[in-house]
């Protein structure tokens, strides 16, 4: 069996990911709580193919010794980029230049080096990595300064790695999920709240409209990504909702139709 490594697997997408793929395939997951990735293993379709190692990605001995965690012979199909901070800030003079380095660490440095750090056991199971992005990157508004410029960043690394393909051999692939019910949506809508930020209204709006993106579809999603020719996985940043919309008459989006 092939190998999917996920980063920020104790919750949210991340935790998605580990327990669908785990039916299929060998999984590598760290978060930062092991508690939170015990439980993410147990509700696993197949616990027995799951491992997880509690790391911190932000923090350099953590995140090596999270990339030495497979097997020397270990072939790698998909590595997901997932884990991500970025608290809201009520103004720009709020904006914690601590915090910032943190998620520049986290979004961005980590997700570097990991891709280094894994591009033997890619290039040894003819594998893809996959960014999880995100519209706050491309779409400026008040109180994101921390996770939108990094986000930005992370976005420019899978175009560089794309750019750097000839010399890696290893695709890398974008994916905006849209708003997923997840624990960090909660925390950030909690937080932009406090800090009265406008946005938290569209949250609201769209989730009385049901218009949040369904877990099991979302896997689905990747799934296809998976299976499509290079040159078209990697030829811009994939997003969920427009899928969503596509007529169910068309084949190759059917399985992404939601009834929102």
Not at 200 to 205: K, T
Not at 209 to 228: H, N
Request: glycine share 8%; hydrophobic share 40%.
């Amino acid at each position: 069996m092939k190998w999917i490594v996920v980063t920020g697997g104790g919750s949210g997408i991340g935790r998605g990911l580990v327990q669908h793929f785990s039916e299929t395939y060998l999984i590598l997951t760290c978060g930062r709580r092991y508690q939170a990735l015990d439980e993410t293993k147990a509700g696993a379709r197949n616990p027995q193919n799951v491992t997880i190692l509690s790391a911190d990605i932000g923090d350099s001995e953590q995140r090596s010794r999270f990339s030495s965690a497979l097997p020397t012979d270990a072939q790698v199909v998909l590595l997901v980029q997932n884990a991500a901070i970025g608290d809201p800030s009520a103004d720009f003079l709020d904006v914690s230049s601590q915090h910032l380095e943190e998620a520049l660490k986290v979004n961005v440095v980590a997700p570097m080096a990991i891709a280094q750090a894994f591009l033997p056991a890619l290039r040894a199971g003819k594998g893809r990595i996959l960014h999880l992005g995100t519209s706050v990157a491309h779409r400026p508004q008040a109180g994101t300064l921390t996770y939108g410029v990094t986000k930005m960043a992370f976005y420019r690394l899978y175009q560089q790695l794309n750019a750097e393909k000839d010399n890696t051999g290893v695709p890398c692939g974008s994916l905006s999920p849209g708003m997923v019910d997840t624990e960090g949506v909660v925390d950030h809508v909690a937080k932009a709240r406090a800090c009265g930020l406008p946005h938290v209204n569209f949250f609201d709006h769209a989730r009385s409209k049901g218009m949040f993106t369904p877990m099991s579809k979302l896997m689905e999603f990747v799934e296809y990504l998976m299976a499509l020719e290079e040159d078209e996985f990697t030829s811009k940043e994939w997003k969920f909702s427009e899928w969503a919309k596509k007529p169910s008459t068309d084949p190759s989006s059917a399985a992404f139709a939601t009834t929102s």
